[in-house]
């Protein structure tokens, strides 16, 4: 069992910059798959990045690509998500999402294809 924190939301102008902590708790998470996704008032939750530890792979939606970075800090067992140039758009919830296993959907943008989430980060531009 992994517990995830987001962290580093706000209030920013558009053309800000902000970054996003998401902190695990139970487990070294090194090795999991981590998504962010976020939702926006009265939208439904939706892609913003995947990295996948076991394929090498980061995948970025088109809206955020880049202008929005994720890394990783294991020895501190969190992931950030650097949000650069943000836009009104990019107002919403941010949640982390984490998947231990390798086996499975491959579809790492589907909310479905992860086992653990954070409560959510608030992050508001302003126009």
């Known amino acids: 069992q992994v517990q995830l924190e987001e962290s580093g939301g706000g209030l920013v102008q558009t053309g800000g910059s902000l970054r996003l902590s998401c902190a695990a708790s139970g487990r070294t998470f090194s090795s999991y798959a981590i998504g962010w996704f976020r939702q926006g008032p009265g939208k439904e939750r939706e892609f913003v990045v995947s990295?996948?530890?076991?394929?090498?792979?980061?995948t970025y939606s088109t809206s955020v690509k880049g202008r929005f970075t994720i890394s990783r800090d294991n020895a501190k067992n969190t992931v950030y998500l650097q949000m650069n140039r943000l836009q009104f758009e990019d107002t919403a919830v941010y949640y982390c999402?984490?998947?231990?296993?390798?086996?499975?959907?491959?579809?790492?943008?589907?909310?479905?294809?992860?086992?653990?989430w954070g409560q959510g980060t608030q992050v508001t531009v302003s126009s």
């Open positions: 999402a984490a998947r231990a296993s390798a086996f499975g959907s491959s579809d790492f943008s589907s909310q479905a294809s992860y086992d653990y």
């Open positions: 990295t996948i530890p076991w394929s090498s792979t980061t």
